[in-house]
């Protein structure tokens, strides 16, 4: 994945992360389940980044 489209995945995030807020303030439906899964998916996204930056070294 290239700079180009991680910037975009970044952008996207932001926005669903920014409607969801927005969303808990209105109705306290699902935030533990969504808060999860979008701790899941930031967590995973960071431990692929940082892991794969060594590997084109050697």
């Known amino acids: 994945m290239n700079r180009t489209s991680q910037a975009i995945c970044f952008a996207l995030l932001i926005i669903i992360i920014h409607n969801w807020l927005d969303f808990c303030?209105?109705?306290f439906v699902l935030p533990l389940l969504s808060a999860m899964f979008l701790l899941y998916t930031l967590l995973?996204?960071?431990i692929r980044l940082v892991t794969r930056?060594?590997?084109a070294i050697t």
Do not use: V
């Open 25 to 27: 303030k209105r109705e």
């Open 44 to 46: 995973y996204s960071f």
């Open 53 to 55: 930056e060594p590997a």
